[in-house]
Nanobody
Framework: DVQLQASGGGSVQAGGSLRLSCTVS????????VHWFRQAPGKEREAVAC????????KYADSVKGRFKISDEPSEKTVYLQMNNLALEDTAVYYC???????????????????WGVGTQVTVSS
C-alpha cells in the first residue's frame, strides 16, 4: 500500500522558517513525482512544489519561488519542503501527494490522480 505522512507544521511568525517532511512507503521516488499542495480556508487547493525522482524535475508555484525548496532523500524515504521567509498568505494545511497518473510534475490537483497523505497545519502570524 502507498502511504504518505506529512509532518513538521506549526505556528511561526512572519519571516520565519519551517521544514515540512513527507515520509512515504509503498513506492520509490523514481516511480511517482511527489508534490506539496496547500489549502487555506475558503480557498482552492494550490500546487506548491514538486520533485520528480525519475528525471530530477523540480517545479514551484510562482508564489513560493525563491523562498521554498523541495528535496528528496531516497535513503530516508522522505521529501522535504524547506520554507523560508514565511508570509501570512502561506497559512494553510499542507499535503504531500504522489502523482501516480503521470511520470512528470503536473499541477492538475485532480484528487484521483494522486495518492494523498494527511495534511499538516502551517500558521503564520504577524
Amino acid at each position: 500500500d502507498v502511504q504518505l505522512q506529512a509532518s513538521g507544521g506549526g505556528s511561526v511568525q512572519a519571516g520565519g522558517s519551517l521544514r515540512l517532511s513527507c515520509t512515504v512507503s509503498g513506492f520509490t521516488f523514481d516511480e511517482y513525482p511527489v508534490h506539496w499542495f496547500r489549502q487555506a480556508p475558503g480557498k482552492e487547493r494550490e500546487a506548491v512544489a514538486c520533485v520528480n525522482g525519475h528525471d530530477g524535475e523540480i517545479k514551484y508555484a510562482d508564489s513560493v519561488k525563491g523562498r521554498f525548496k523541495i528535496s528528496d532523500e531516497p535513503s530516508e524515504k522522505t521529501v522535504y519542503l524547506q520554507m523560508n521567509n514565511l508570509a501570512l498568505e502561506d497559512t494553510a494545511v499542507y499535503y504531500c501527494a504522489a502523482e501516480w497518473a503521470r511520470n512528470y510534475c503536473s499541477d492538475s490537483g485532480e484528487i484521483g490522480d494522486y495518492y494523498w497523505g494527511v495534511g499538516t497545519q502551517v500558521t503564520v502570524s504577524s
